[in-house]
Each structure stands twice: as structure tokens, then as C-alpha cells.
């Protein structure tokens, strides 16, 4: 199968780039939308590559690169009584969320604000760009990965 291309959002001070890089790898868990779910179960495969987007900062934008290193396993979260992502209709055996594995691969050597993403008319359909596109996890085409990471000087 063919590589796929990702853009994942996360508010950076609750986990940006920074704590990917420290951390080297993560299970992406939390996520509470079905359609992103499905993403991760269905769609995401090991070796794809994530845009890591910084949301809720001043200013938003694409501060670096993940890969996919492990397939959509249950979301552990769900099943912790004392997380905020508990879900008292998943079991063990029925888990209702799933995550993926994304690993650090690099950071922009230039940070890509939402403004720059915006103005430049080879993005213009990116969904991140759409009005009222707020999903936590994109499907994004190749031209426009790897025009990003030509920006973010990669």
C-alpha cells in the first residue's frame, strides 16, 4: 500500500513537537471523534507520514514531522476511570477508541504559521485551511507534504 500523509493538531503546551522529540514516540490517545478514529483504525499505516500542527498557540501553524510506528491499537485512556478521556461504554473486550503510534522524526528548522499556510495558493485546498475544518487528524496529499517540508526547510 501506498504511503498516506497526515496532519495531527495538538495544543503545545499540553504536547507539541518538543515533548514528541523528549519523548521520541507516543501513543496518539485522547482523540473523541469518530471520523478521526477511523483515521487511525482504518486509514493510518505504519511508515506514513504526520505534519505536526501546533493549535491553540500564538500563532497556530506546522512545526515539524512524526511517522506512524505502530498500527490502531485501543485507546488505553478510555478504560482509566481517572482520565478525562474515560468512556464508561468501552470494554476490554468492545473498546470503542483507538490510537496510533507516531514516532519524532524532525523539527522545521522554520516554523509554518497558519498565515503563511493561508497565502500560499499550492495549499490552497488543504482541509486545514477549510472554514469550519476543526478534525484532529487530515488526510493530506503528497504534493502538499512535500511542499510543506520544503518551506520548513527540511
Avoid at 503545545?12 to 487511525?40: C, S
Avoid at 485501543?74 to 470503542?96: H, L, V, W
Amino acid at each position: 500500500m501506498a504511503k498516506r500523509y497526515w496532519l495531527i493538531k495538538s495544543e503545545p503546551i499540553t504536547y507539541g513537537i518538543d515533548h514528541l522529540k523528549k519523548d521520541g514516540k507516543t501513543l496518539w490517545e485522547g482523540v473523541r471523534n469518530f471520523q478521526a478514529r477511523n483515521f487511525m483504525m482504518k486509514d493510518m499505516q505504519i511508515g506514513d507520514e504526520v505534519l505536526f500542527y501546533h493549535s491553540n498557540a500564538e500563532p497556530p501553524g506546522i512545526a515539524g514531522i512524526a511517522t506512524i510506528s505502530d498500527s490502531a491499537q485501543p485507546d488505553p485512556t478510555q478504560f482509566n476511570k481517572k482520565s478525562d478521556y474515560y468512556d464508561k461504554r468501552a470494554t476490554s473486550e468492545k473498546p470503542m477508541w483507538f490510537c496510533a503510534e507516531l514516532k519524532f522524526k524532525n523539527k522545521f528548522k522554520k516554523f509554518i504559521p497558519l498565515d503563511q499556510l493561508k497565502s500560499d495558493p499550492k495549499l490552497k485546498d488543504m482541509l486545514v485551511l477549510k472554514r469550519g475544518q476543526r478534525l484532529s487528524i487530515q488526510p493530506v496529499t503528497p504534493a502538499e507534504f512535500s511542499h510543506i517540508c520544503h518551506q520548513g526547510e527540511l
